[in-house]
């Protein structure tokens, strides 16, 4: 037996009672999926399970290699770190699918003795999409957070992450109307494939007020849907490819230490920043931005101590706050720039 096929069975093992929590949770969760009035199966509530396992098990399973007393002994196995990272990549992959399997053969059973007009085969095939959209998930929040050198580095990225197509797209609404989500990220993705298989499954008029209709317009048309299907398969299966090459380049001396990857901190804070600009509504609001952006830096930096880089970023932040502040006429509260 290979070293890399033993070390899966003995991360397996150890992460067996994580697999039994987990599942336990799932059919907890589950059966109330299994409740329905008036012929309803509430099947979109997979979408939830799918985004939290998606966000929790990254962080479990690649937690241990923040910590530099862990990672010397780890890294002094005779096995590549990528192909370690591989074992923890599929591990976590496994408990996704079987802990989903779990609750979705709970609702099979229920479905099977309360509502035989629910097909089981289409339970099937709904399950098996949204696991495949679930693991490319999984993959590309794996890769966001092996991309920190800390478990709160990387929390923090995933989060970033999980807003970023949101907050660009307001960013675009608000300065460009009409702009067309030719992209929204992974989860929204999972949430608008949810809903139409449930159309065309269950039935159009029960899922006409699902959340994601409510929250995530995405156009008209299947054309939007094919392109950010197809974007969303390409990003999130080269992120994942891209985590097992970054990964082993993965130094100890590095562990605990600023994060300064150029998909993290890096990025993120100017970016971010960027995209909720809006016009402030007084020096109150105005101050709060500048301290919410130095704040940022001063976590990214693990202290006070900043760069002359950061603090170019923070001086452009202001003087766009302070331009969009004296050209909007609407802000007579901004008068004391004038």
Not at 115 to 126: D, G, I, K, M, W
Not at 173 to 189: A, S
């Amino acid at each position: 037996m290979s070293i890399e096929m033993r070390y899966f069975k003995y991360h397996f093992w150890e992460t067996r009672i994580r697999l039994v929590i987990l599942c336990v949770l799932s059919v907890l969760y589950f059966s109330n999926m299994a409740d329905y009035s008036d012929g309803i199966l509430a099947v979109d509530y997979m979408v939830y399970a799918g985004f939290v396992l998606a966000v929790f098990v990254p962080i479990r399973e690649f937690q241990m290699f923040n910590t530099r007393r862990n990672l010397d002994t780890w890294f002094s196995m005779p096995i590549d770190r990528w192909k370690m990272a591989l074992v923890h990549l599929l591990n976590g992959a496994l408990h996704i699918a079987l802990t989903l399997l779990t609750g979705m053969l709970f609702v099979a059973l229920h479905v099977s003795t309360s509502a035989a007009y629910y097909n089981l085969f289409q339970l099937v095939a709904y399950y098996l999409i949204m696991l495949a959209l679930t693991l490319l998930a999984y993959g590309f929040f794996c890769f966001v957070f092996t991309q920190a050198n800390s478990t709160t580095d990387g929390t923090l990225f995933i989060i970033n992450y999980l807003f970023l197509p949101t907050v660009f797209y307001v960013f675009m609404d608000q300065y460009f109307e009409n702009t067309p989500r030719v992209f929204y990220g992974i989860v929204t993705l999972m949430g608008t494939t949810s809903r139409g298989l449930q159309s065309v499954f269950w039935g159009d008029g029960r899922f006409s007020n699902s959340f994601w209709t409510a929250e995530f317009g995405t156009g008209s048309g299947s054309e939007l849907f094919i392109v950010n299907l197809v974007l969303n398969v390409l990003i999130c299966g080269a992120a994942t490819v891209f985590m097992l090459r970054l990964f082993n380049r993965k130094h100890t001396e590095k562990v605990e230490d600023v994060s300064d990857s150029w998909f993290g901190f890096r990025t993120l804070i100017p970016v971010m920043a960027v995209l909720t600009i809006t016009s402030p509504s007084g020096l109150a609001a105005y101050t709060f931005r500048i301290v919410f952006i130095y704040v940022a830096y001063v976590i990214y930096r693990k202290g006070v101590h900043l760069k002359r880089s950061d603090y170019c970023v923070i001086a452009v932040y202001a003087a766009l706050l302070l331009m969009m502040a004296c050209v909007s006429p609407a802000d007579s509260s901004f008068s004391w720039l004038l």
